[in-house]
């Protein structure tokens, strides 16, 4: 099974130990899920500060 993590600086969800986005430190625990196509147009995706099309944790820890 894969373990996914999550970014501390930016909660992008990642299979990696460094974010691929801003390098940040990733961590195993965090909850909740998103994914945003178009974060222009998607108003949970303002409402997050989320710029960029991706996977995104809600919290992170």
């Known amino acids: ?11 992008n969800v990642t299979e990696e130990i460094k ?3 801003c390098g940040g ?8 899920y998103l994914f945003i ?3 222009v ?3 949970v ?3 997050a500060g ?8 809600i919290k992170v820890r």
Do not use: Q
Not at 50 to 57: D, I, L, Q
């Open 45 to 47: 995706g303002k409402r």
């Open 41 to 43: 147009r998607s108003s």
């Open 50 to 57: 989320v710029s960029t099309s991706g996977e995104y944790a």
């Open 25 to 32: 430190d990733t961590v195993l625990e965090w909850k909740g």
């Open 1 to 11: 099974m894969i373990k996914l993590r999550a970014c501390r600086n930016c909660k």
């Open 19 to 21: 974010c691929e986005k």
């Open 37 to 39: 196509l178009d974060p």
